[in-house]
Nanobody
């Protein structure tokens, strides 16, 4: 049984940092591309950042480029998202997803965590 679990969310002030983590079990971790997606209240889910199976390829949505860094440790089966210079508009539930393709399409990811809340106050 596949389990994907996020952690690290919280309440911070604008300009501060958070580091999200995601662990995945029940799957061959290094054969899956991984992504971070987020959903704010009243808005559609959007892709935030992707990372390839090996970690050599990454991609970011324009609004977080230069502020967020995605990384993975295949030996520890862990995914991270370092979020710096947080803004109120980053407030959302952040989800970790695992799938066979390096894709911005949420439908490409069969495995999802329950999400972790990130709230940035102004």
């Amino acid at each position: 049984q596949v389990q994907v679990v996020e952690s690290g969310g919280g309440l911070v002030q604008a300009g501060e940092s958070l580091r999200l983590s995601c662990t995945a079990s029940g799957l061959t971790f290094d054969t899956y591309a991984l992504g971070w997606f987020r959903q704010a209240p009243g808005k559609e889910r959007e892709g935030v950042s992707l990372i390839s199976r090996s970690g050599s390829g990454t991609s970011y949505v324009r609004s977080v480029k230069g502020r967020f860094t995605i990384s993975r440790d295949n030996a520890k089966k862990t995914l991270h998202l370092q979020m710096n210079s947080l803004k109120p508009e980053d407030t959302a539930v952040y989800y970790c997803a695992a799938g066979p393709e390096f894709s911005w399409r949420a439908e490409s990811y069969p495995y999802w965590g329950q999400g972790t809340q990130v709230t940035v106050s102004s």
